[in-house]
């Protein structure tokens, strides 16, 4: 199992530009998570899906859309790619809720310019 | 809302120096506690985990018990190594809630 895998690895923007990235696990989890993480500021939650087809904001939405695409893909997406959005982006996914662990991807470190 | 208050670091030890990291939270419910570690360069690996009062988490010389009375969920370990140097994540989880809270992470560099 390759668990939670996240393209590309790093990637580099010019202010307005628009990507998306790609997050996949193989564990048949129902759950998946975008986060940022930056200096001191631990992890914020942007989006989520519980199940798929369902997908809810989080702690930092704005500027950001995501994709339930199936079971397996949950691809967060940056229209207009600001320098404020310069940031290491984790996926994860999770079996279920509450006593259940999050397993995370190896995150996409992405600076805009 | 729920939330996670850790130490700050960095935190600077010496090779089989006592480790403790403090973590407490605030929650409505009854939530499961978790520690993440998270090397250079890596995303975040579950370390240990507790999901009731009481409970003591372990993996790799690592614990933390689960205070309910104290809202702590500290982490220990008796003699730190130079590998278990990187960044430690304690969060939690309600049942009824589909999202984690983490807190901002405590840095620690274990010197030779």
């Known amino acids: 199992n390759a668990g939670v895998t996240q393209t590309p690895k790093f990637q580099v923007l010019k202010t307005g530009q628009s990507m998306t990235l790609q997050c996949a696990q193989d564990?048949?989890?129902?759950?998946m998570y975008w986060y940022r993480q930056d200096p001191g500021m631990g992890l914020r939650l942007i989006y989520y899906?519980?199940?798929?087809?369902?997908?809810d904001k989080g702690e930092v939405p704005n500027g950001y859309n995501v994709s339930r695409l199936n079971k397996r893909e949950f691809s967060l997406r940056l229209e207009s790619a600001a320098p404020s959005q310069t940031s290491v982006y984790f996926c994860?996914?999770?079996?279920?809720?509450?006593?259940?662990?999050?397993?995370f991807g190896p995150g996409t470190r992405l600076t805009v310019l | 809302g729920d939330s996670v208050t850790q130490m700050e670091g960095p935190v600077t030890l010496s090779e089989e120096a006592f480790l403790t990291i403090n973590c407490t939270y605030t929650?409505?419910?009854?939530?499961?506690l978790f520690w993440y570690v998270q090397y250079p360069g890596e995303g975040l690996q579950l370390l240990l985990k507790?999901?009731?009062?009481?409970d003591k988490g372990s993996n790799k010389g690592f614990e933390a018990t689960y205070r309910k009375e104290t809202t702590s969920f500290h982490l220990e370990k008796g003699s730190v190594q130079v590998s278990d140097s990187a960044v430690y994540f304690c969060?939690?989880?309600?049942?009824?809630?589909?999202?984690?809270?983490f807190g901002a992470g405590t840095r620690l560099t274990v010197k030779p």
């Open positions: 994860a996914s999770r079996r279920g809720q509450g006593a259940n662990e999050q397993f």
């Open positions: 564990m048949n989890h129902n759950s």
């Open positions: 899906s519980a199940s798929e087809g369902t997908t």
């Open positions: 929650a409505t419910g009854y939530p499961s």
């Open positions: 507790a999901t009731k009062a009481d």
């Open positions: 969060a939690l989880s309600e049942a009824a809630n589909n999202d984690m809270r």
